[in-house]
């Protein structure tokens, strides 16, 4: 990866001086898996950890895309999976299965002129310590290096069934961008620079956040 000095705010945090953020490698596919089991617990199912089959995939289809986090003793802390797209698949309405190929970024193409975020996990243990910050700011110094125009993702709104008696999902996002609610994933996305562009229903089976996610985009 080559290093670009962009920021999406400006107060980067720094990662203790023996934690690492580079490229994801063959080696450390069990650390994803453990890494995810331990970010999707129930209510999500097995689904929605990666099968080793398709962290393979990723790795022979965008490997510069696939940049993870570990600490002093190897052990993965923080990944992310991204691909490029063309920016008409990505802004118009989609399903998170459609436009990443079921997850295994067959439909990456090498032209695309969007960044797009396929997930990020952060271990429960360090969230809201800034390491999502620090894996977007590399995501995006990539993004731009690769010539993207803009970063794209389909947000999770985990908090959402939590309020979902009560509110649509349109009226939650609008409460989120508001900040008159938090969510715990997408208020910290928005907080990082992103925009919201609209509701994508039926994105992904995810029942925190009632099958929904919200588009949001960042221009690079
Ligand atoms: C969403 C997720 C990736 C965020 O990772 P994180 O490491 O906790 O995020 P960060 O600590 O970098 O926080 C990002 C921003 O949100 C803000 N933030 C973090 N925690 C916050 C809190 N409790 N209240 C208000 N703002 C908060 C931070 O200020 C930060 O901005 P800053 O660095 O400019 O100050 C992580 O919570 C996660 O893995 N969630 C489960 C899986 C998931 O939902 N993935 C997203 C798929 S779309």
Not at 46 to 53: F, L, M, N, T, Y
Not at 156 to 166: A, F, N, Q
Request: hydrophobic share 40%.
């Amino acid at each position: 990866m080559t290093p670009v000095s962009t920021s999406v705010a400006s107060n980067l945090p720094t990662l203790p001086a023996d934690w690492v953020i580079r490229p994801r490698r063959a080696k450390d596919i069990p650390g994803v898996i453990e890494l995810m089991r331990r970010v999707y617990v129930q209510p999500h199912g097995p689904e929605a950890v990666w099968p080793a089959e398709t962290l393979v995939k990723h790795l022979e289809t965008f490997p510069e895309g696939q940049l993870l986090i570990v600490d002093g003793k190897g052990r993965v802390i923080a990944d992310s999976t991204s691909m490029l797209v063309t920016s008409e698949l990505a802004l118009r309405p989609h399903r998170w299965s459609e436009i990443t190929g079921h997850g295994t970024l067959a439909t990456h193409d090498p032209r695309g002129d969007v960044f797009y975020g396929v997930d990020l996990a952060v271990d429960p243990e360090f969230q809201g310590t800034g390491l999502a910050h620090i894996l977007y700011d590399a995501r995006i110094a990539l993004a731009i290096h690769l010539g993207c125009k803009t970063f794209v993702a389909g947000g999770r709104m985990p908090g959402y069934h939590l309020t979902s008696d009560l509110l649509s999902p349109e009226s939650y996002l609008a409460l989120i961008e508001r900040g008159l609610l938090f969510d715990p994933t997408l208020s910290k996305q928005l907080r990082l620079g992103f925009i919201l562009r609209g509701l994508l229903r039926d994105y992904i089976s995810d029942p925190e956040s009632e099958n929904c996610a919200a588009l949001i985009c960042m221009e690079l």
